[in-house]
C-alpha cells in the first residue's frame, strides 16, 4: 500500500516537532524543597517552559536542602551537576567559598538582562551578596519562623491571647495540659534553625564571636554562654514533665504533621508551613500563628531571613548560562513572585511583589 501525501504530511509534522523539541536548549536545576512545596517549584519549572520556545528546564527534586547541596558537591566532581542549584541559608558560606559559580548579578549583567536590584528587601539580598553588594545567588524563597496554634484547644484552656514571652508560653502549656491533659501540648521538633540561631537573633544575643563570624572565619561560637543556655534547659524540663512530646518524621510523625492533624496544639516552624498546613489540616481545624515568645527583659529584635537561594554553578555552556539567566529572570517578575508566594506562604523578596499582595 502507497503512502498519501496527507500521511505523509503527518509524518513529516510529527518529525519536525520531534526535531524542534530537540533543538531546545536544555539545563537542569536541583532544588531542595519536597511535598507540597516541591510541587509548586516544579510548577514553576512547568510554567517557564510553557511561556518560551527556546530552553527546556528540567528541574530534579533531591529531597532536601542538605541532600541537594551535597549531592551537587559529589555531581560536580563528576562534571554532571546541574546548571543551577537551590542552596538553603546554612549552605551559603561553602558555595561561596568554593568560587565554582556564576555570580547572579554578574551573569545578568552579562547577558545585557535588566534586573532592578534595588527592588529586593536589603534584609534578604545582603544574605547572599559579596561585602561590595553584588549578588551571588539570587533570593528565591525566603522565611521566618512562626508559632502555629491551635485557637479552639487556647481557648478551652482560658488563653486569651498567643503568648509573648517563654514565662507566658509555660504558663500556656500548663493550661493546655490541665484542660486537655491527654492531647500533646506541643509538639517540638529540635532545630538549630528556631532554637538557637532564631531564637538568638529575636533575643538580640550572639551565636559567635567576631560579629557572629561575618568579620573573620576565626570566630568561635559562644551560645554555650548565652540566654540560649537556659532556653534548652527549660525546654529539657518541659520533656521531662510531660509538658511538650518530641515530634519527628524518624519517630513516625512530625511536628507540622502532627499540628495539621490536630494531634498537638502547638508547634513552631517556617512561615513556608502555612501552606502546607492548610492543605493538610483535618476538617474543622481552627489555627493561627503568631511571633516566637522571647524571655522577660529582653527586648525584641527581629529574626533573620532563612530559606534559600539560586546559584549558578560554573562549568556550563554559555547556551546553558542563558537559559539560566531566562529562567530568573521569569521568577524575578511580580507575577511570578505572587504565585510563588500565594501558593507556598513563603514571604515575598522584592518590594514589587510586596506591593502586589498588599
Not at 24 to 37: M, P, Q, V
Request: with cysteine; glycine share 8%; aromatic share 14%.
Amino acid at each position: 500500500m502507497k503512502p498519501t501525501f496527507i500521511s505523509i504530511l503527518a509524518v513529516a509534522a510529527a518529525l519536525g516537532g520531534t526535531a524542534s523539541a530537540q533543538d531546545k536548549i536544555k539545563f537542569e536545576y536541583w532544588y531542595g524543597l519536597g511535598g507540597y512545596l516541591g510541587d509548586v517549584v516544579q510548577q514553576t519549572c512547568d510554567r517557564f517552559n510553557a511561556s518560551q520556545t527556546t530552553y527546556e528546564i528540567t528541574c530534579v527534586g533531591q529531597d532536601g536542602y542538605a541532600t541537594a547541596v551535597q549531592n551537587t558537591i559529589a555531581a560536580f566532581r563528576a562534571g554532571k551537576h546541574p546548571t543551577v542549584v537551590q542552596a538553603y541559608d546554612a549552605g551559603t558560606a561553602d558555595l561561596m567559598m568554593s568560587g565554582e559559580f556564576y555570580p547572579v548579578q554578574k551573569m545578568m549583567a552579562d547577558f545585557e538582562i535588566d534586573i532592578d536590584w534595588s527592588n529586593y528587601f536589603p534584609g534578604i539580598s545582603n544574605y547572599y551578596a559579596a561585602s561590595n553588594g553584588e549578588l551571588f545567588s539570587m533570593p528565591f524563597n525566603s522565611s521566618t519562623p512562626v508559632m502555629y496554634y491551635n485557637l479552639d484547644d487556647f481557648a478551652a484552656a482560658g488563653i486569651d491571647t498567643p503568648p509573648a514571652t517563654w514565662e507566658a508560653f509555660e504558663a500556656a502549656l500548663r493550661a493546655l495540659e490541665a484542660a486537655q491533659p491527654d492531647k500533646c501540648n506541643y509538639g517540638y521538633a529540635p532545630s538549630t534553625w528556631v532554637d538557637l540561631e532564631q531564637f538568638s537573633m529575636a533575643h538580640g544575643i550572639p551565636v559567635a564571636s567576631r560579629n557572629n563570624g561575618y568579620d573573620g572565619l576565626d570566630a568561635e561560637y559562644v551560645y554555650n554562654t548565652t540566654q540560649h543556655v537556659k532556653y534548652m534547659e527549660d525546654v529539657k524540663r518541659w520533656l521531662d514533665e510531660g509538658l511538650l512530646e518530641i515530634k519527628t518524621s524518624q519517630g513516625g510523625i512530625n511536628a507540622r504533621d502532627a499540628f495539621a492533624q490536630n494531634q498537638c496544639s502547638i508547634y513552631f516552624g517556617s512561615i513556608a508551613s502555612h501552606a502546607t498546613v492548610h492543605a493538610s489540616a483535618v476538617d474543622g481545624l481552627n489555627w493561627d500563628v503568631a511571633m516566637i515568645p522571647v524571655y522577660e527583659g529582653f527586648e525584641r529584635t527581629n529574626t533573620v531571613v532563612g530559606g534559600a537561594s539560586l546559584w549558578v554553578l560554573s562549568g556550563k555552556t554559555e547556551q546553558e548560562y542563558r537559559g539560566a539567566a531566562e529562567y530568573l529572570k521569569f521568577l524575578a517578575t511580580p507575577e511570578s513572585e505572587k504565585f510563588w508566594v500565594s501558593n507556598t506562604g513563603y514571604i515575598p523578596v522584592t518590594k514589587a511583589a510586596f506591593d502586589q499582595l498588599t
